[in-house]
Nanobody, 122 residues
């Protein structure tokens, strides 16, 4: 069974840095787009950053220049390097994969991790 497992969240002061990691486990041949969403209390979940299997990236405007997304296609992992963190970055961060091909040739859609809390204190 395929799972996405995040790690790396925590509490950091404003201006600090954190690195989130997400590992996809299971019988996976390849994953198309991976990335990160976040949801702050009382707000809708928003896309933070995404990266295609070819390495193309996109970011929400509020994190451009501060966050960097990367991935390891061999390990089926995606990372989010977050610098110059602000209190408004506080949220639960969720890893996602839009679709993946299993070793058996099956296409499976819309996988999400369980979320990791990022708290930025002022």
């Amino acid at each position: 069974q395929v799972q996405l497992v995040e790690s790396g969240g925590g509490l950091v002061q404003a201006g600090g840095s954190l690195r989130l990691s997400c590992a996809a486990s299971g019988s996976i041949r390849s994953i198309n787009t991976m990335g990160w969403y976040r949801q702050a209390p009382g707000k809708q979940r928003e896309l933070v950053a995404g990266i295609t299997i070819g390495g193309s990236t996109n970011y929400v405007d509020s994190v451009k220049g501060r966050f960097t997304i990367s991935r390891d296609n061999v390990k089926n992992e995606v990372y989010l390097h977050m610098n110059s963190l602000k209190p408004e970055d506080t949220a639960v961060y969720y890893c996602y994969a839009d679709w993946m091909m299993t070793m058996g040739g099956r296409i499976e859609y819309n996988y999400w991790g369980q979320g990791t809390q990022v708290t930025v204190s002022s």
